[in-house]
């Protein structure tokens, strides 16, 4: 098979950490991995753990445009690994196949995240990446706007008012004009 990262190596039968089976470019050194060769490598050795301390100075490049998968040529979509990533692995649902650039395996195994290649193609895995996100940019958009002691205050407020059991009575109360007049 020919590269579709580089265009300029072929992809060459070898695994990954001498564990799983893979593809990788002899120019570009990334690999091409069928998920159902890491998923049955996994089941077969489901007490193993992933060692990091011989990584050192990840340097793992991503993918900028859109990739082509190198089995069927059609582009893959790409997929978040954490909310505070902005790297994305490239993944072909055609084949079932996994692009990793050189350095992006080391990358997972940093993060702790190795074991999990395959939850991150989930749709679950994505939607709590992008719920994470939103949160922070809220929480970033509240602590700008009311400064971090009143922020804590609120929170502190929203705590109490959530948890207690006249909490639609304190609402109605706290939102009220002049909560002593019939008329509001």
């Known amino acids: 098979m020919k590269c579709t990262a580089c265009q300029q190596g072929n992809l060459v039968p070898s695994f990954i950490d001498a564990l799983f089976r893979s593809h990788t470019c002899d120019s570009c050194r990334g690999n091409w991995i069928l998920i159902e060769d890491y998923i049955s490598w996994k089941e077969r050795h489901p007490e ?5 301390d011989h990584i050192e100075n ?4 991503d993918t900028v445009g859109a990739m082509l998968c190198p089995m069927t040529g059609s582009i893959m979509s790409k997929f978040r690994i954490t909310k505070d990533h902005a790297h994305r692995i490239d993944y072909s649902a055609k084949v079932g196949g996994v692009w990793l650039n050189q350095g992006e395996w080391e990358m997972l195994v940093a993060e702790g995240l190795a074991g999990n290649l395959n939850a991150i193609l989930t749709d679950q ?3 709590r990446i992008r719920q994470k996100k939103t949160s922070e940019t809220f929480e970033n958009l509240y602590r700008s706007k009311f400064g971090d002691a009143e922020y804590q205050k609120a929170q502190e407020v929203r705590e109490w ?7 639609a009575d304190l609402r109605a109360f706290l939102m009220a004009e002049n909560p002593y007049s019939a008329i509001n």
């Open 58 to 61: 990840i340097d793992a490049e």
């Open 161 to 167: 008012l959530h948890n207690h059991s006249l909490r």
């Open 125 to 127: 895995w994505q939607q």
């Open 48 to 52: 193993h753990v992933f060692d990091d």
